[in-house]
C-alpha cells in the first residue's frame, strides 16, 4: 500500500463537465466559478477547449472567458485542444498549457474525430511539437483506455503503443482517460504498472468517469500505483449525453473529502468549495450527483 | 493485489434495505423476491429482523414471510438478533443463521439499544450461546466499526476489543460494518490487517454503506486484504433515514459488475438480477439509487 503525502487535482468542470450540458452557463458565471475554484485552493484547472461553436455551443466564448479571467501566478489554466485551428486559437490567447488525446479504439477514432487512429496521433505529434514551440506545457493523453462503448474491451498494447509514440515527443504528463467509464480498479492497477515502465519519470495523471461508480475505486487503485495528479469535476458534472441519468466524472468534493479522510495533503479548503458546488447548482439549475455536498453540515444519528 | 477467484455475497435487502423506508413492502412481493433472488443464483440473504413492529413495521411480517417462503438447499437464510425476545422469535420460525452486532461507539449504543457497549456485548454473548445451542449458524460482529456520526473517530482498539471477544465464543464469522458510511479505503486496509491477525481462519465478512461514494473502494481495499464475503443491497437501498438524500447500502448489481470484470465469481445472473431490481423498482414506486442497473442494455457512444 502506497500512500503519498500530497495529490494534485485538475478541476475540469468549465470543460468537460459542462461541455454537453444544454443550459449554457453565462461566460460571467463561467468567469467568477474560475475566480472561486482558485481562492479555493485549486492549482489547476482545464476551463476551456476551443471548437466549432455550432458543434459545442457552451464552448463558444472560450475566447472571450480566456481575456476575463484573473490569472493567478500558482495556477495552472489549460485547455483541450482537438485541432490545428483551436491550437492557433489557443496560442492566441496566451494559453500556457494544453492537453492532446487520442482514442486507442478505432471505432471511437473515427466517429470522435474523422481520423483513423494513425491519422490522429500522426496530427496530434505535430501539433504537440507545434505546442511545445509556442512555449505551452503540454499533456498528451489516451482516450478510450480502458474500454470503448463501440469496440469493448481495448488492447493493452494499443495503450502502451500510444504512450510510446507520445514519450518521443517528451510531454510534461501522460494522461489516461477512461472516456467511458469502464475501468475497474485491478485493470487501473494491472495497466497502471507497464504504462509507468514506459514513462519513467514523466508525471502520469488518470481521468476517472464514475457511470458505474467505479471511479474512487480506480483513484484508490491508482494511488497505490504511485499516481497523483488526477482530473475530476465539481459536482460530479460530465459523462455521456447518450446514456440518460449516467454519472459523469469523478466528483472534486467527493474525492477531497476521500484524500482528507486518508490524511492526504490536497491543498484545497473542502468546506469552501462545497460552498462553491453549491452556489454552481443554482447558476445550473440542477442538484449534482457528487455524494458529500449536501451530506457535510448534515447531523447523523446513525 | 490479491485476486480471489470468488466472492459471497450476503443480499440485505429484505431487511437493512427496506427496513426504515415509509414503503411498507406486502408479504406477497417479499415471499417473490426471496425466491427471485435464489433463482438468480444469490447463495445467501438476510430477510428480517425480530423487532417490535411498533418501532419497524417492516419487518411486522417476519413469522408470516420465514412461514411462507420455500427454502431452498443450498440457500443460507439468515436473521438479524437485537435481544432475547427476537432471538426466542427466530428459533420458534427455525431460522437456520443469525447475526448479532454491537457497536463500538458508546454514544450509538445507548442510543441504539438503550445500553453501554459493555451490556449490550455481554448480552449478546449470552445470545450467541444459546443462539449455537439452537443449532443455529452464527455472524457475530462490530457495528460503527469505521466511525460514529455521534463521537467521530472509533478508536482501533475498540473495535479489536469486540473482536477477540466475539472470537471466544467461536462464532461461523465475524463481520464488520460500515454503519455510517464514514470508512475509506487506507483506513479499511489497515484495520482489516490487525483484525486478520486476532480472526486467524475464522472467515471476515464487511458491510460497507455507500453514503459519501466510497462503498465500492472500501471493497477493493478488502478484497485485497483477503475478504471474500460481502454485504450488499439490492438497487443500494437502505442507509441513514436521517440524511436526506444519502445513498444506502452498496448496490448488489454494482458490486457484481465489478467483481465480472475483474474476472471474479460470483455465481450470480447480473443481468437476471438487474431484471429483479428493475421490478422491485416498481414494487416501491422509486428509481434505486444503484449505478449500472439502469446502463447495462443502454448503448452509449461516448
Redesign the interface.
Known amino acids: 500500500?502506497y500512500?503519498p503525502e500530497s495529490v494534485e487535482i485538475n478541476e475540469v468542470v468549465l470543460r468537460d463537465g459542462i461541455q454537453n450540458d444544454k443550459k449554457i452557463v453565462p461566460t460571467d458565471d463561467k468567469v467568477r466559478l474560475v475566480h472561486d475554484l482558485a481562492a479555493c485552493g485549486i492549482r489547476r484547472m482545464e476551463i476551456s477547449s476551443f471548437v466549432n461553436k455550432k458543434l459545442v455551443p457552451q464552448m463558444a466564448d472560450a475566447e472571450e472567458l480566456w481575456e476575463r479571467i484573473e490569472r493567478k501566478k500558482d495556477v495552472i489554466y489549460s485547455a483541450l485542444i482537438l485541432s490545428e485551428k483551436g491550437l492557433d486559437r489557443a496560442i492566441r490567447c496566451r494559453v500556457p498549457h494544453v492537453s492532446f488525446f487520442v482514442s486507442a479504439s478505432e471505432t471511437h477514432s473515427i466517429?470522435n474525430s474523422n481520423k483513423t487512429v494513425e491519422e490522429a496521433m500522426k496530427e496530434a505529434l505535430r501539433l504537440i511539437g507545434k505546442a511545445r514551440d509556442a512555449g505551452m506545457g503540454v499533456r498528451a493523453g489516451v482516450m478510450n483506455t480502458f474500454g470503448c462503448?463501440?469496440d469493448g474491451k481495448v488492447p493493452v498494447s494499443a495503450v502502451l503503443k500510444h504512450v510510446r509514440a507520445f514519450m518521443e515527443r517528451e510531454p510534461d504528463e501522460i494522461g489516461l482517460a477512461d472516456?467511458?467509464g469502464?475501468a475497474?480498479?485491478?485493470?487501473s492497477?494491472e495497466l497502471l504498472k507497464l504504462v509507468k515502465d514506459v514513462t519513467g519519470d514523466t508525471p502520469l495523471s488518470v481521468h476517472f468517469h464514475?457511470?458505474?461508480?467505479?471511479?474512487?475505486?480506480n483513484?484508490?487503485?491508482a494511488i497505490n500505483e504511485g499516481v497523483t495528479i488526477f482530473d475530476s469535476s465539481l459536482g460530479g458534472l460530465g459523462?455521456?449525453?447518450?446514456?440518460?441519468?449516467?454519472?459523469g466524472n469523478i466528483?472534486t468534493e467527493?474525492f477531497l473529502?476521500?484524500m482528507h479522510?486518508?490524511?492526504i495533503l490536497t491543498g484545497v479548503d473542502l468546506n469552501r468549495f462545497i460552498d462553491v458546488s453549491l452556489g454552481f447548482e443554482k447558476v445550473m439549475g440542477q442538484t449534482f450527483p457528487?455524494?458529500?455536498t449536501?451530506?457535510q453540515k448534515?447531523?447523523?444519528?446513525?
Open positions: 500500500m500512500i466517429k462503448a463501440y472516456t467511458t469502464m475497474n480498479p485491478r485493470q492497477a464514475n457511470t458505474r461508480d467505479l471511479g474512487l475505486a483513484v484508490w487503485a459523462g455521456c449525453p447518450f446514456i440518460p441519468g449516467a454519472k466528483a467527493d473529502h476521500m479522510e486518508m490524511d457528487a455524494f458529500v449536501h451530506l448534515a447531523a447523523c444519528g446513525c
